[in-house]
């Protein structure tokens, strides 16, 4: 099977990139590809993302050695994002906030409308 394609173009080159832990199945953290750094992740089998802030390549955990190991990468059905399971290096600490996810801010939500 061939690997399937992702369709930079959609948006001006860039698609989201969502990690996983393999094993617990936690999201840990979005972050946004190119086709240079989506092909350097196939090529070396770590993550490696597009920082839009110092556009330059970044790979996750190349300076706190918490580096994501591609364990499965998988596509939508559109193609325009990409999902990695993965296993994490070092304390396992993959935020910068020092926690696993990136993912730990609780958004309130409206519970009171009713739901159909």
């Known amino acids: 099977m061939s690997e399937p394609a992702i369709d930079f173009a959609k948006m001006e080159g860039l698609a989201p990139a969502i990690v996983q832990d393999a094993k617990t199945g936690q999201v840990l953290m979005v972050g946004f590809q190119n086709d240079v750094s989506y092909q350097k992740t196939l090529e070396t089998g ?7 802030t110092r ?5 996750k955990g190349e300076t706190s050695g918490n580096r994501l190991r591609v ?5 939508d059905c559109d193609r ?3 999902l990695y399971r ?3 290096e070092g304390d396992g600490l993959v935020c910068h906030e020092g926690t696993v996810s990136c993912f730990t801010k609780p958004i309130a939500l409206n ?6």
Do not use: C, G, N, P
């Open 46 to 52: 770590f993550v490696t993302f597009w920082s839009r």
């Open 55 to 59: 556009q330059k390549l970044w790979m």
């Open 71 to 75: 364990i499965e990468a998988l596509t």
């Open 80 to 82: 325009d994002s990409v």
């Open 86 to 88: 993965v296993e994490v």
């Open 111 to 116: 519970t009171t409308q009713e739901t159909r």
